[in-house]
């Protein structure tokens, strides 16, 4: 099984920036996708960036030029470089394992909350 812990949220203001990061520990296999997703309140869980192991990495139209995911394969970490911080950012953000098989896991989250 694979357990992933996210941290780094907090309250920023709009135009602020913050680090999100997410580590993963268990049976972890070597080649999978890490990702972030993010749901606002009254809103649908929706993909906000993810990264496979050799670095290709797939951003959302909302987050483009603003966001930047990377990841540490030795520390099995994905982290969330976020930038220009807008108030509509606000969500809970979570952390996303994927294999290719289909298997899934998700860490519980953690908020990001952006002043206007």
């Known amino acids: 099984q694979v357990q992933l812990v996210e941290s780094g949220g907090g309250l920023v203001q709009a135009g602020g920036s913050l680090k999100l990061s997410c580590a993963a520990s268990?049976?972890?296999?070597?080649?999978?996708?890490m990702g972030w997703y993010r749901q606002a309140p009254g809103k649908q869980r929706e993909l906000v960036a993810r990264?496979?192991?050799?670095?290709?990495?797939a951003y959302a139209d909302s987050v483009k030029g603003r966001f930047t995911i990377s990841r540490d394969n030795a520390k099995n970490t994905v982290y969330l470089q976020m930038n220009s911080l807008k108030p509509e950012d606000t969500a809970v953000y979570y952390c996303?394992?994927?294999?290719?098989?289909?298997?899934?896991?998700w860490g519980q989250g953690t908020h990001v909350t952006v002043s206007s």
């Open positions: 996303n394992l994927a294999y290719v098989r289909g298997n899934v896991y």
């Open positions: 268990g049976s972890i296999f070597s080649i999978n996708t």
């Open positions: 990264i496979t192991t050799d670095g290709s990495t």
